[in-house]
T-cell receptor, first 115, second 109 residues
Framework: DTGVSQDPRHKITKRGQNVTFRCDPI?????LYWYRQTLGQGPEFLTY????????KSRLLSDRFSAERPKGSFSTLEIQRTEQGDSAMYLC?????????????FGAGSRLTVL | RKEVEQDPGPFNVPEGATVAFNCTYS??????FFWYRQDCRKEPKLLMS???SGNEDGRFTAQLNRASQYISLLIRDSKLSDSATYLC??????????FGAGTILRVKS
């Protein structure tokens, strides 16, 4: 494994359903980030973990969103009661250092379409 | 005001041209600066870090002006393969990376 893996790559769901995305970071990286990107915009920060600890969560993230990284390895991002405005690309990234700003390696993303 | 602002473009240039992109940021405490490249429907990838003294990587030159809170990227001798969206990235509050909306570059033969 030489990169960040995300699953599923595409998800189409109906409004009101729950969805979960998984991210497997580069194995030696201890920081993991979730970003969201919509068309014509740059990636928007959602949350990040250092090992299993969730250190920051964007105030833009409603309580319908929850992320976990239970063993400090893979992470999941769950969206409950999806809304059409949740349609976006959800990007996971990881970085190797425990502190300071880091270079991020992104996964290919999970594209969500809410009908 | 957005934390990172970029001209969205598109910049349409012929092969071999020199093109420059600018970016401004609002957080004077930002410590790290980057340019990422994003191809259509792909994930962002690091192009280069930006250092206070300016730095060059082949045809690409990045510069930082902390006083004006301004970052630039210069691409010389543009190639068709340089066509992409270029994202300006700075560290934000809490040290997370904050991305601009990107500048679209189209290099034409």
């Amino acid at each position: 494994d030489t990169g960040v893996s995300q699953d599923p790559r595409h998800k189409i769901t109906k409004r009101g359903q729950n969805v979960t995305f998984r991210c497997d970071p580069i194995s030696e990286h201890n920081r993991l980030y979730w970003y969201r990107q919509t068309l014509g915009q740059g990636p928007e920060f959602l949350t990040y973990f250092q090992n299993e600890a969730q250190l920051e969560k964007s105030r833009l993230l409603s309580d319908r969103f929850s992320a976990e990284r239970p063993k400090g390895s893979f992470s999941t991002l769950e969206i409950q009661r999806t809304e059409q405005g949740d349609s976006a690309m959800y990007l996971c990234a990881s970085s190797p250092r425990a502190s300071g700003a880091n270079v991020l390696t992104f996964g290919a993303g999970s594209r969500l379409t809410v009908l | 005001r957005k934390e990172v602002e970029q001209d969205p473009g598109p910049f349409n240039v012929p092969e071999g041209a020199t093109v420059a992109f600018n970016c401004t940021y609002s957080n004077s405490a930002s410590q790290s600066f980057f340019w990422y490249r994003q191809d259509c429907r792909k994930e962002p990838k690091l192009l280069m870090s930006v250092y206070s003294s300016g730095n060059e990587d082949g045809r690409f030159t990045a510069q930082l002006n902390r006083a004006s809170q301004y970052i630039s990227l210069l691409i010389r001798d543009s190639k068709l393969s340089d066509s992409a969206t270029y994202l300006c990235v700075v560290t934000g509050y809490g040290n997370k990376l904050v991305f601009g909306a990107g500048t679209i570059l189209r290099v034409k033969s």
